[in-house]
């Protein structure tokens, strides 16, 4: 297996060198461009039924051309497809969207809904609007927009807060958005459940500046942790209140798979090397556990013992998160055996017998589901090869064959019949159209957010773009990118020459092997805003502008002679696209440390590392 040490830096080569063009053997320009616009058309296809025939409802009825409330009653399936309208560049009916949910969406309802679920749908869909929204540099910036999906969020997460409230630190695996948690509510809650709640909460903490919602979920991330096996397993399903494992099957995929890909993920957004430590334990015991090149199984976590040969269709993620890690070689072998499967049936079934080598009883259904496909994506990214391309080809004819109905798109109810069910998940629209786009753009030469944005951008288990801006993305200080944030007379000594005329240099956001690009100034941590909990947040510098604090310019000190040590400063530079940030490896803090410790080292001395290379 790879040295996963280097897993950051694949990613971010992925995600800042220039894309080439690329088109596969028997796919020309041409037809690349017309699968782009068919996936652009099945999208309005689904998206339009919806708002005809299902909004304000949850989701559509694609047969019947109804609409079914199926999460909250809260419009779910406009919420979940915000970010894709932005990323199709459709200006009107994302701000018409925004507008109508920031006039009209409430949450205190007598409603008992998935922590999981919400979180990653409503959350995040409200989160990734409201940072494409209230920033001009994503060219989706609503003027009349006032952070009321922000808003929305806060009071949303707010009212799953009492989820937390256990002695593992776990949460509930549901909640009522009214009166919290019922005192007969199942104790019962799967990995994925309680592991897969980070990005979202984590991103909300450094909007508000209010660091609760990321110390609970981080809590819960340790908490099933420390309950692994000794093989650095960990079970399906647990008890929030004893800590015992209620079902004890490893695996990567049902009830466990995204609780791997977050701990990834909130490494790479938020520099935390705790996540990024867990990643790596227990990355390496799926692979030696689980893996049967070129699939994955389920054992018993503390024997390994294999309880199921079955490949599910959630497992159908890994890839993609593996090429995330830099570990490409077995991500393809597996790909190719998950899409064999896709081949056989036009469709992947919830689960495949790989002894039997046949569709798992009581598992024959396909929900739409976007795994292989955003897998398909992140492989075609890294390698450029042309089989990719033929895959979505494949994909989209499946789907527009078998799937499609009138107002909409269909579950299919058994695989191997092509039986359509009167149903069509939010997530379609989220994740699986928009992988789909985002494969062919990217073959085409790309010109949206995700590839060419102002910001790199992780993509939520639910598809959501969340980028990583300085404000989002430094775990311990917001106000020390390039030093010049803050107040000079803040920091302990002046830069010399050589550090100001680094000062006017254009630098990248570009993460590198040793860490984020870092500032030579040192920092005093007197200078920073304290947060109403002190600990993984310390806030913003007093004054920012939006500009300084998403990282879109830079405000860089022209010394000039004056009489006091007033914070006032003469001159200033503005130069745009500027986002540097500060490494956290070469100071002595720990950042795996308890979120409550208020005695954070602030390092004395940051090189000042840029790309030339990058824009």
């Not at 047969?63 to 406009?78: P, V």
């Not at 309802?109 to 749908?121: A, P």
């Not at 977050?262 to 227990?282: S, T």
């Not at 993984?536 to 004056?562: F, M, N, R, W």
């Amino acid at each position: 297996m790879k040295d996963l040490n280097l897993v950051p830096t694949f990613l971010w080569f992925l995600l800042l060198f220039p894309l080439h063009k690329a088109v596969a053997n028997g796919v020309t320009p041409e037809e690349t461009k017309q699968l782009r616009d068919e996936v652009r058309e099945m999208f309005y296809h689904a998206f339009d039924g919806y708002m005809e025939h299902a909004f304000p409802l949850d989701e559509l009825r694609p047969l019947s051309c109804e609409g079914e409330d199926t999460l909250g009653g809260y419009a779910l399936t406009l919420i979940d497809s915000l970010d894709t309208l932005a990323l199709l560049g459709d200006r009107e009916r994302f701000t018409a969207s925004v507008e109508w949910i920031g006039k009209n969406l409430q949450f205190d309802i007598n409603k008992t809904v998935s922590i999981f679920e919400t979180t990653i749908r409503v959350l995040g869909g409200l989160l990734s609007a409201h940072l494409i929204a209230s920033d001009y540099a994503t060219g989706m910036r609503i003027p009349s927009y006032d952070n009321e999906l922000l808003d929305l969020a806060e009071d949303l997460a707010r009212r799953l807060l009492p989820a937390f409230d256990t002695p593992t630190g776990i949460p509930f695996g549901s909640v009522n958005l009214m009166y919290g948690v019922d005192e007969h509510e199942s104790k019962i809650t799967s990995t994925a459940g309680g592991g897969t709640l980070t990005l979202e909460f984590g991103v909300l903490s450094r909007l508000t500046n209010d660091p609760i919602f990321e110390q609970v979920t981080k809590n819960a991330v340790r908490g099933l942790w420390a309950r692994r096996s000794k093989l650095n397993l960990v079970g399906a399903h647990i008890n929030v209140f004893t800590g015992e494992w209620t079902q004890k099957d490893a695996g990567i995929g049902t009830s466990i798979d995204s609780f791997y890909e977050y701990l990834l993920k909130a490494y790479l957004l938020f520099g935390d090397e705790e996540y990024l430590f867990i990643f790596q334990e227990a990355y390496s015991a799926a692979m030696h556990y689980l893996y049967n090149d070129p699939w994955y199984v389920e054992v018993n976590m503390d024997s390994a013992a294999i309880v199921w040969p079955l490949f599910n269709s959630l497992q159908a993620f890994w890839p993609g998160l593996q090429v995330l890690a830099g570990d490409i070689d077995p991500a393809i072998r597996t790909h190719t055996a998950f899409f064999s499967v896709w081949k056989q049936y036009g469709f992947t079934p919830e689960g495949f017998n790989l002894a039997t080598l046949s569709v798992q009883h009581g598992q024959k259904s396909y929900p739409l589901r976007p795994e292989l496909i955003e897998s398909t994506y992140w492989l075609y990214k890294a390698t450029r090869n042309p089989r990719y391309l033929d895959a979505g080809r494949d994909i989209v004819a499946s789907l527009q064959y078998g799937a499609r109905c009138p107002c909409g798109y269909c579950h299919i109810s058994d695989v191997e019949f092509h039986k359509r069910e009167d149903h069509m998940e939010s997530f379609f629209l989220a994740e699986t159209v928009k992988y789909l786009w985002l494969l062919f753009d990217l073959a085409v030469g790309p010109d949206n957010l995700v590839e060419n944005g102002p910001y790199k951008y992780i993509l939520s288990t639910e598809g959501h773009l969340l980028p990583a801006t300085p404000q989002i993305s430094l775990l311990q200080e917001h106000c020390s990118y390039f030093g010049a944030y803050c107040n000079r007379d803040s920091l302990k000594e002046e830069p010399n020459a050589s550090d100001k005329s680094a000062d006017s240099q254009e630098t990248n956001g570009s993460r590198v092997s040793e860490g984020w690009v870092r500032t030579r100034f040192p920092l005093d941590s007197s200078s920073f805003k304290a947060s109403p909990v002190s600990g993984l947040i310390k806030g913003l510098c007093p004054g920012l502008t939006h500009e300084q604090k998403y990282g879109i310019s830079y405000l860089a000190s022209v010394d000039t002679p004056h009489e006091d040590n007033s914070a006032k400063q003469k001159d200033t530079v503005v130069q745009s696209q500027a986002i540097v940030v500060v490494s956290d490896q070469i100071s002595n803090q720990s950042l795996s440390g308890d979120g409550n410790d208020n005695n954070v080292k602030e390092s004395t001395e940051r090189e000042l590392e840029s790309d030339p290379s990058q824009s």
